[in-house]
RNA sequence: GGAGGAGUGCCCGAGUGGCUAAAGGGGACGGACUGUAAAUCCGUUGGCUAAGCCUACGUUGGUUCGAAUCCAACCUCCUCCA
């Protein structure tokens, strides 16, 4: 891999604050010249960069990692840039994905980057000198196609471009991958050099599946001269196995639009006994004295920590005062007094008028995808209506059900609860 | 350019004319047990205005009373030959 060279991080004490406690927090995957960039970190504050696809409107809990290690660097005193690929979502990052992403318009793509940009501006001081969001489309969309392959296609070989893991999983799975996602690395790469160009960013932070694009943006780099670094954190996953941040509801989103604070706040109040150190150190301020204090909980006093961790993350992501308040939802809703706290989901009242259905109410809710899938939970006696066991499928609400004067106790097995108001 | 093989549900993977909404496994969800944990056991796992109907086995057509299964063309991949 040229002079690129990789460290793994057992031995190495860098003496940088920031670089240690990455390492300490367990956000450290791989890096390029871990020596010379804590020696760069040490001289003074450095500029570094994570990127983002565009291809929603709104970031998902596997985005947290890059954003909150991106976070102890700005705490830390370097300068965080938030990529976001206006340009490069309009070819869609092939790696370790055995189909083509779609191709989206700039309508999308606007609309996704000001869904993104607010999660993004919550977890950061942007303002001026302190750090920044950057859209790639500034310099991508400028290029013209011989300019590019003289300026920049030279320094790539397709010898070399072929023996990444990505394009090769891609190839060995058999499945087609264009020339237009095969050039995704390059755009990769000359992005992290136009930020070392624009802004003296040295650094890029990305997960352990953008490694081949990382190091593709070193060596670029180098080529013109620049002593560019990269770091990667872990893939992480579940004490059980499995890839974090899925549910069955699909993924777990940031932006309160697409998942309510409270279904937020429960994801991680749900996380397994043996995750929950490890998430704390990655996913809240929490100090590491008082992570390993909560650690040390046995048997059920755990549920102190996973609520402690639930109202950490929650705070981040969406602030202080609904995480306050998500935490109240879950006490209400868990303990049973309805009354006094806020609703976890709003219903005009007209919906009661007209006698919403049981099916109807958990498809609104996002405790089911479908009609049909409701209808199974209701079957396998999943459901309660406050705190009533409900059977019968074709069950409607109506006012008889409601207490407290608008409110509406949902349960779909023992974790996923609603408080519903109609107003 | 020629010959042969492959493309299945969220993933892996059986199936080779009706008994197939499609075996099995994984994952996920639900139930029991618990602590809104783990492990274990049991169940569920395309949609709908639901004992009925609709959509699905790379794409588009065709054969047939009937196709994931047969035929043709196309797309993509693999192997061998040139």
């Known amino acids: 891999m040229n002079q690129t060279v990789v460290n793994t991080t057992n031995a190495f004490r860098p003496k940088s604050e920031a670089l240690q406690l990455l390492i300490d927090r367990g956000f450290m995957h791989q890096t390029t010249d871990l020596e010379a960039l804590d020696a760069k970190m040490v001289e003074g504050p450095i500029t570094a960069y994570a990127g983002f696809d565009a291809t ?33 979502t309009r070819i869609g990052d092939p790696s370790f994905r055995t189909e083509s992403r779609p191709m989206l318009d700039d309508t999308q793509i606007a609309h996704n980057l000001a869904g993104i940009s607010k999660t993004v501006e919550r977890l950061f001081d942007l303002s001026e000198g302190e750090g920044r969001i950057v859209n790639n489309a ?39 991958l264009t020339v237009l ?14 930020l070392s160009k624009r802004f003296d960013c040295s650094l890029q932070i990305g997960g352990s599946d953008q490694w081949g694009n990382i190091v593709n943006g070193v060596d670029l780099g180098r080529r013109a001269g620049k002593q560019l670094f990269g770091l990667t954190l872990p893939l992480l996953t579940t004490a059980g196995g499995s890839k974090m941040g ?20 429960q994801f991680w109040r749900n996380t397994a006994d043996a995750d929950v ?11 590491l004295s008082e992570i ?32 306050q308040s998500a935490m109240e939802q879950g006490e209400a809703l868990f303990a049973g007094n309805v009354e006094s706290s ?16 049981l099916l109807e109410l958990m498809v609104d809710t996002g405790f089911a995808n479908s009609n049909s899938e409701a209808r199974r939970l209701v079957r396998s006696g999943a459901v309660r209506i406050n705190n009533t066991l409900v059977m019968e499928e074709d069950r409607a609400i109506s006012e008889g059900d409601i207490s407290a004067g608008d409110r509406l106790v949902i349960a779909v097995g023992k974790r996923r609860k609603a408080l519903i108001a109609f107003k």
């Not at 490890?278 to 100090?287: I, Q, V």
């Not at 040390?296 to 992501?317: C, H, R």
Request: glycine fraction near 8%; hydrophobic fraction near 45%.
């Open 56 to 88: 929603a409107d709104s970031l998902h809990v596997g985005h947290l990692l890059p954003l909150m290690a991106m976070r102890w660097m700005q705490k830390l005193g370097h300068k965080p840039i938030l990529l976001v690929g206006g340009g490069t």
């Open 138 to 176: 500034e310099w991508l969309d400028e290029f013209r196609f011989l300019e590019f392959l003289r300026d920049f296609g030279s320094n790539f070989t397709v010898n070399r471009m072929l023996t990444f893991d990505s394009v090769r999983s891609r190839l060995e799975a058999q499945q087609p």
């Open 181 to 194: 996602e095969f050039c995704y690395m390059m755009l990769q790469a000359v992005d992290f050099v136009e």
């Open 246 to 265: 899925k549910t069955a509801q699909g993924a777990v989103w940031l932006n309160s639009d697409r998942l309510t604070v409270f279904g937020f706040w």
């Open 277 to 287: 150190a490890r998430f704390m150190k990655l996913f809240t301020d929490l100090p």
């Open 292 to 323: 390993n204090r909560l650690a040390e909980l046995k048997g059920a006093e755990m549920n102190e920590a996973k609520k402690i961790l639930a109202t950490q993350v929650t705070g981040i992501v969406h602030g202080l005062d609904a995480a």
């Open 342 to 357: 806020e609703p976890t989901h709003v219903m005009p009242l007209a919906r009661l008028a007209t006698r919403i259905g």
